[in-house]
């Protein structure tokens, strides 16, 4: 079954600092999709981003950008000069082509921005 | 915008009571999830269902019941509610096919069993 680790469990940093979020995954599967969501403190889970199995390239979406890398199983996540607003739990998670409805999340990574 | 509204935002009850969380989407999607979200766990699979009157077990379905009468109503039910199932409870939604899309979530139910 695949698998989702998110090693960082709390991050803190000082606003306007960059901060990458690390997503290790395992999956037999050729064809998978990974996916970055964020939980503010209101509680509902935003979807950030989908990336497929086949498409490795990085992308920028203003202050966030995304790495990655099948060679090493990672889908990076880096916030360049972080707000207090990005404050919130973040997590990775990945679902395979042939196990249609079985979406694996990653423990989340907690992240504080301080003024 | 797609709206997954859940019944309650907190939630207290006694252990041994039936307790019922329901969850409703506004966007005809086929799928519906109940995940539970614990420090360090993440978001663990309850219960999703693909159609009305359909449900499949996720990870973690002991202790807990679903129901899917109307398209765009999913319900979680726990049948005798233990203190480890004190939890926040979170229900979602996608579109076909399962996979590829995005789910989207509810606020949660931050349940407490006494």
């Known amino acids: 079954a695949q698998k989702v680790t998110q090693a960082q469990t709390e991050i803190s940093v000082v606003e306007k600092e960059d901060v990458t979020l690390d997503c290790v995954y395992e999956?037999?599967?050729?064809?998978?999709?990974l996916f970055w969501y964020k939980q503010p403190p209101s509680g509902e889970l935003v979807f950030l981003i989908r990336r497929n199995s086949f498409d490795e390239q990085n992308e920028i979406s203003g202050r966030y950008s995304w790495n990655f890398q099948k060679s090493t199983s990672s889908f990076n996540f880096t916030i360049t000069a972080s707000q207090v607003v990005d404050s919130a739990v973040y997590f990775c998670?990945?679902?395979?082509?042939?196990?249609?409805?079985?979406?694996?999340f990653g423990a989340g990574t907690r992240l504080t921005v301080k003024p | 915008d797609v709206k997954v509204t859940q019944s309650s935002r907190y939630l207290v009850k006694r252990t041994g009571e039936k307790v019922f969380l329901e969850c409703v989407q506004d966007?005809?999607?086929?799928?519906m999830f109940w995940y539970r979200q614990d420090p360090g766990l993440g978001l663990r699979l309850i219960y999703f269902s693909y159609d009305v009157k359909m449900k499949e077990k996720g990870d973690i379905p002991e202790g807990y019941s679903v129901s899917r009468e109307k398209k765009e109503r999913f319900s979680l039910i726990l049948e005798s509610a233990s203190t480890n199932q004190t939890s926040m409870y979170l229900c979602a939604s996608s579109p076909p096919p399962g996979g590829y899309q995005p789910q989207h979530f509810g606020d949660g139910t931050r349940l407490s069993i006494l």
């Open positions: 998670a990945l679902s395979e082509a042939d196990n249609n409805n079985d979406m694996r």
């Open positions: 999956t037999r599967d050729t064809t998978y999709y």
């Open positions: 966007m005809d999607h086929e799928n």
